[in-house]
């Protein structure tokens, strides 16, 4: 089965950048479809943003405008480009992809002056 790892995480402040990646042991093209999740501490897990193995996007309306998905097949990577920061999108990130259950330990991002 192939193995979805996140890196990129860490501290920025408010209206900052950081770029997560999401490193696959073998093909991202396994997948028909990856997503990146975040889950806040009290709070659901949620879906922030999805590209199909077909290269279609979507994303969350609390992030639209601000964060980007995108892949790099060289590199079995997908990336999740997050811009314009803000408080509240402080959580921990998780990489995933259907039939996956088990999820990984994530990558923290915090998001404070």
């Known amino acids: 089965q192939v193995q979805l790892v996140e890196s990129g995480g860490g501290l920025v402040q408010p209206g900052g950048s950081l770029r997560l990646s999401c490193a696959a042991s073998g093909s991202i093209f396994s997948f028909a479809f990856v997503g990146w999740y975040r889950q806040a501490p009290g709070k659901q897990r949620e879906l922030v943003a999805s590209i199909t193995r077909g290269g279609v996007t979507t994303y969350a309306d609390s992030v639209k405008g601000r964060f980007a998905i995108s892949r790099d097949s060289t590199k079995n990577t997908v990336y999740l480009q997050m811009n314009s920061l803000k408080r509240e999108d402080t959580a921990v990130y998780y990489c995933?992809?259907?039939?996956?259950?088990?999820w990984g330990q994530g990558t923290q991002v915090t998001v404070s002056s």
């Open positions: 995933n992809a259907p039939p996956m259950t088990i």
